[in-house]
């Protein structure tokens, strides 16, 4: 669980992942964490041809920045839920690539790639206290 953990916006995010999957370079995986009430990015993949997937994990309450970015990095999505964030959901520079499958997005990503946009309907995602991010949420 990674809960209202702040980066400067547009600087780093609350996991950064540097890797290379050239010779003697590993690959970043993130698998089943919820991330929510985080400021700045959420997730950032960076390095030169490093490839980071995130699969089965719920990104909530994020914002200002993506809860997903690449930077000179290939970062796949699968299997998770993007919703109620300050969007954009992911981003990409132009030596980067976020590729999406198969999750719940609240917008980006394509439908044949299997991407929904129905609201996954958290039972209360704000919590009794109204407030993203404070740990009541349901």
Sequence with gaps: LFRQNS??????????????SGPGGMPAT?????FNGNTGVSVLGTGNESTTTVSSCTFSGNGPDA??????????LKHSIIWDDVLPSTSATSEGSVNI??????AGGSPSNGVTYSDPRFIDPLGPDGIAGTGDEN
């Design 7 to 20: 980066a400067t916006p547009g600087e780093s995010g609350g996991i950064v992942t540097v890797s290379s």
């Design 30 to 34: 993130i698998h089943q964490c919820i």
């Design 67 to 76: 809860s997903v970015h690449s930077n000179i990095s290939d970062v796949t």
């Design 101 to 106: 499958s198969f999750c719940v997005v609240k």
